[in-house]
């Protein structure tokens, strides 16, 4: 039996539970080890080696380590290819660059206005830091735009990639979660038709749900 | 049938992908998009790229936006022709993912607001923030010196070999170097400006800078 891999953060930070949900539908059993980021663990010299940018997640298995959420994920894809959700990777090179280029899309132009808002009305009254509004109603207009151009995608496939669920959706589960759960900006997601059916339906898989119990455990 | 870039060979972007095609010996055809004129907004180009971006490349039927996914379909695609771009077996993919994420999130976005508030918006006749410009300056000077001592144990950041995450970097260290005139971020890290030297001397990265006419 194989030793279960290694996750090191808190189930909280998007990025990292970006990892749990790939684990889970790819069926991989893990270990999560907490970093707690209000002490600064993850700036001591121990994580820093796990982790030199001082950022979570990190990952190890018996052959290697590794940082960076989308990295991690596309590893193990490729690792564990036979394993839970075959597909989530594509199973030929034009789905997979189809889901490469959402992937980047979610990273270039979905993560920067949504990640900043999840700060900023998540994260920030809990940290006692004090919220930017201007900065707040700037990204809210960013991500109106990227949301728009979703809708009319979303209106072709089924899914960002194509017909079937893939990674890319699966990169945008941790930020969406909290603005619709967690914030007023859920509507954003929720009054545009497609997205929001999309949303719905990314949302209710069980991958997910078990990540989001995991959250709330935590 | 030569691939179709749209692009222009000043992006950065467009840049990264042109530096792999050469690597690899792709044959390409460079399709200029007027961004000065905003033909990248208009709704023809909008069918391409829906974020109105570039580069989008035309390969026959096949349409793919986004540089770094475009590099990736690339090096999988001809991995016979040069198989070391993405690594030689799934730990050194993994490492090169790794290092291409590094460059897509904790490097690109800080030259970019970098550029943009010393070169763009003062091009523009708009004043740049230059605190901002300082900030992201002392960001850089803390994500290099990780650079510095990654490059301290290998050659290159994934290993001993050049890869597609060596190569994604170099559009965005010619415009420290050059436009933003922060060459001294580089120079002053011992292993890092030998890494520079050593990718940006490459020949494909030489054919770019005179396509590009620098």
Request: hydrophobic share 40%.
């Amino acid at each position: 039996m194989a030793t279960p891999v290694k996750v090191y953060g808190p189930p909280m930070s998007t990025a990292v539970s970006r990892v749990l949900a790939c684990l889970y539908e790819k069926n991989v059993e893990f270990e999560l080890i907490s970093i707690n980021m209000s002490k600064g663990e993850h700036k001591k010299p121990e994580f820093l080696k796990l982790q030199p940018f001082g950022q979570v997640p990190a990952f190890e298995d018996e052959s290697i380590s590794i940082f960076e959420s989308r990295a991690i994920c596309r590893y193990i894809c490729d690792k564990y290819a036979d394993k839970g959700n075959k597909g989530l990777y594509g199973t030929n090179p034009l789905a997979k660059a189809s889901i490469d280029q959402w992937i980047e899309a979610e990273g270039q132009s979905f993560n920067p206005p949504s990640s900043t808002l999840v700060f900023q009305l998540a994260f920030a009254p809990r940290m006692n830091i004090k919220q930017d509004k201007v900065l707040i109603r700037q990204n809210e207009e960013k991500l109106s735009k990227v949301l728009d151009i979703y809708e009319k995608r979303l209106g072709e496939a089924r899914f960002l990639a194509g017909d079937e669920f893939s990674l890319a959706d699966l990169s945008h589960l941790p930020n969406t979660q909290y603005l619709v759960s967690g914030t007023d900006k859920g509507n954003l997601f929720t009054s545009r038709e497609n997205v929001g059916r999309w949303w719905d339906e990314i949302s209710s898989r069980d991958s997910w749900k078990k990540v989001v119990d995991l959250q709330k455990g935590a | 049938m030569a691939v179709k870039v749209y692009g222009t060979v000043e992006s950065a972007c467009t840049q990264r992908v042109i530096a792999c095609l050469l690597e690899m010996g792709v044959d390409f055809e460079l399709v200029h998009v007027d961004l000065d004129a905003g033909e990248h907004k208009r709704p023809e180009f909008l069918v391409r790229q829906p974020f109105g971006q570039v580069p989008v490349i035309e390969d026959g039927d096949f349409r793919l936006y986004e540089s770094r996914a475009i590099v990736r379909y690339y090096v999988a695609k001809y991995a016979d022709r040069v198989p070391s771009l993405m690594g030689n077996n799934l730990e050194e993919r993994a490492m090169v993912d790794q290092w291409l994420e590094v460059e897509a999130h904790n490097f690109n976005d800080l030259i970019f607001t970098l550029v943009l508030q010393l070169v763009i918006l003062p091009r523009m006749g708009e004043p740049g923030d230059l605190a901002l410009a300082h900030s992201c300056e002392q960001k850089l000077e803390k994500v290099l010196d990780v650079y510095e001592q990654r490059l301290s144990k290998c050659n290159y950041l994934a290993g001993d070999s050049f890869t597609l995450a060596d190569l994604s970097h170099l559009p965005g260290i010619r415009y420290l170097m050059n436009e933003a005139n922060m060459g001294h971020l580089i120079t002053e890290r011992k292993n890092v400006n030998g890494w520079w030297q050593d990718i940006s001397n490459r020949p494909s990265w030489k054919k770019l800078m005179k396509l590009a006419g620098y």
